[in-house]
């Protein structure tokens, strides 16, 4: 099955799905919104700080931050979030990584990038498999710094102060050196600031960490070009948590035994599959590529067979 055969009319999932991802984009982001239309939209706020979407809380459009982000600054302040988990593992439970696919401000801008025409890459599957890796390292690194921290301050605050202290940003800002929105909505306008006021680039490199987070995320935000959702394959931290849970959701992706003709007489599934995910590898009861799955629903709106369902429970 060649991908030219696939006609418009099977893109029509992906053309609601950019539709409905831009709508979020300008919502989340609702100081867009007000400075456009000179409105007060603050009510929002409160509802938009819960989502569940990787987002700096110095953002200085939303103003918000994702539930993740909630969940580990409650861990710097010696506070163990068991509301917000369950939250967290609700929304996987019933939605599983739909708001990866659908909403997130991250998503959309990494989709953006990968519209521009080019032949797209792939990675070797070791490789591809190793990455994968890296955002559980993350959240491991992270586990081991905070976890700690929140029991300290019951038992031992100024042992607590102390500690907190030691990690530095770690303690006020725990994903923000992970976070790709805090890059793009706060360490890049600054810098562009910055650099626009001294008419030099001293600012870029005043601090050898911003310095190469810059570097590393423009090289990210490029590479997001040929590789599609680069950034949430192999880094975001709110992927590495909702990929561990998302297998036992409730919402999942299925291929019939029955139409599906697999790899070698078709597999155009796993070809337009942004997060190079082996489909045709997984049960046909369910797929999620191992919790990778965003649920962007290529795979199902370009099979030639109709094999791919989606089901509930």
Same mark, same amino acid.
């Given at each position: ?15 609601? +799905? ?13 100081? *867009? ?24 809380? +110095? ?8 539930? #993740? ?7 710097? $302040? ?16 019933? /939605?599983? %990584? ?9 998503? /959309? ?24 890796? @890296?955002?559980? *390292? ?13 029991? #300290?301050? $019951?038992?031992?605050? /100024?042992?607590?102060?102390?500690? %907190? ?9 725990? @994903? ?6 805090? !890059? ?8 562009? *600031? ?19 987070? #810059? ?17 949430? %394959? !192999? ?17 999942? @992706?299925? +291929?019939?035994?029955? +139409?599906?003709?697999? %790899? /070698? $007489?078709?597999?155009?599934? $796993? ?43």
């Amino acid at each position: 099955m060649n991908l030219k055969d696939i006609h418009i009319k099977n893109h029509l999932v992906t053309i609601f +799905r950019h539709i409905i991802q831009i709508i979020a984009f300008i919502l989340i982001n609702y100081l *867009i919104l007000e400075f456009i239309f000179k409105i007060n939209l603050k009510a929002l706020e409160n509802f938009f700080r819960i989502l569940p979407i990787l987002n700096s809380p +110095r953002n200085p459009l939303s103003k918000g931050a994702g539930i #993740t982000e909630y969940i580990f600054f409650s861990f710097t $302040e010696g506070i163990i979030p068991v509301f917000l988990i369950g939250i967290f593992i609700l929304i996987i439970l019933f /939605t599983n %990584r739909f708001f990866c696919g659908w909403i997130c401000p991250i998503g /959309t801008i990494q989709d953006a990038c990968a519209a521009i025409p080019t032949n797209k890459k792939t990675l070797k599957i070791s490789t591809h498999n190793s990455l994968l890796k @890296l955002k559980y *390292i993350v959240i491991i690194i992270l586990v081991i710094l905070l976890i700690p921290l929140a029991l #300290t301050k $019951e038992t031992n605050i /100024t042992y607590y102060l102390e500690f %907190r202290a030691s990690i530095g940003d770690f303690g006020d800002k725990p @994903l923000s050196y992970f976070s790709l929105s805090e !890059y793009i909505f706060y360490f890049f306008p600054n810098i562009a *600031i910055n650099v626009f006021q001294t008419a030099s680039l001293g600012p870029l490199f005043k601090n050898f960490l911003v310095f190469f987070l #810059t570097i590393f995320y423009l090289i990210i935000i490029v590479l997001s070009v040929w590789y599609p959702r680069i950034y949430c %394959r !192999y880094i975001c931290p709110f992927a590495a948590l909702s990929s561990t849970i998302s297998s036992y959701s409730f919402l999942k @992706l299925s +291929r019939s035994p029955v +139409r599906c003709l697999g %790899r /070698t $007489e078709c597999g155009v599934c $796993e070809k337009v599959c942004p997060k190079q995910i082996r489909i045709l590898d997984e049960p046909f009861e369910f797929f999620t590529g191992k919790g990778e799955c965003n649920y962007c629903l290529k795979c199902k709106e370009v099979c030639p067979h109709d094999a791919i369902n989606i089901k509930f429970g």
